[in-house]
């Protein structure tokens, strides 16, 4: 039973590949002169979701780096992300992880930068710093998970020191999905309860009135993250030789973009600064309280 439900998933599949409406796009490496000397297995290689390095290397630039600044890179997953910003920008990255991965040191050794990376193992909505130790806050394909609760904004904001800034990408929906959306949007179920759009993401920072939104927008690319992250997958594996997890992902995935034909899936960046204080207060407590 199980090799028949595997066949008939992987034929699913095939025919949904077949059937798309034009050939899936493949994001050129050369549109990122910042990712020169990577390959697409390097742009991709340790990343859950779409967008690999390429979506990292722009929500980069809206941050102003520089060698020696304190960057904390929230769920980062294997590092991913920390070992680029390291790498490109010479800043001390703590990378912060429920489950670092193992491999994380071996990856920043590799990279020559392992003297700049710090593996934390923490929750993000309980972190073990001080407060506004930070210059800058980076987040990408994460911030869904956990900082959707009203306090989560004020609370990641106390590590950023001010004027710091905080950058999060991750995927989202154009606008707030409602009780016709088409079932074959919904992905990631139930985490995709937790994907918003742009605007509601704006929102939910300013309310803390701790900082200004500078952008909160659909990425012009973020359709193609999706694309270019099934054609990676594609090319890594054939389709029978994959997991059946990985199968299903990918045949929700090709359906939805099959199925999406003015881009309401998408990815967003959110780029914020945190206010200055308009005088010197009171001393404030060493550590931040974690939100709810």
Sequence with gaps: MGAKMTDDLSSRLTALLAE??????EIPLA?????TGYT??????????????????????RLTLSAGMKVLDLACGRGSTSVFLARKYGVHVYAVDEAPADTLLDRATAAGVAELITSVRADCRHLPFAKEEFD???????????????????YVLEFLKPGGDLVAGSPCYRE???ADTPEEFLLEFPACL??????????????SQRAVVLHSELHPRGVEFWEDRVRFLLDAQKIGEMSEGRRQMLHDMVRMLGQDHDGFVSHFVLHLRKNKPSSEGSAAPERAAAPG
Excluded: I
């Design 40 to 61: 697409r297995v390097d742009v991709h290689d340790g990343l859950q979701g779409q967008g690999g390095l390429f979506l990292a290397s722009d929500m980069a630039k």
């Design 31 to 35: 549109d990122f002169p910042e990712l």
């Design 176 to 178: 707030e999905l409602t």
């Design 20 to 25: 798309f409406p034009r050939p899936l796009r």
């Design 194 to 207: 937790a994907v918003h759009s742009p605007g509601w993401w704006k929102t939910h920072f300013e309310k």
């Design 136 to 154: 800058a806050v980076f987040c990408m394909n994460s911030l869904f998970y956990f900082g959707t609760d009203d306090l989560y904004p004020p």
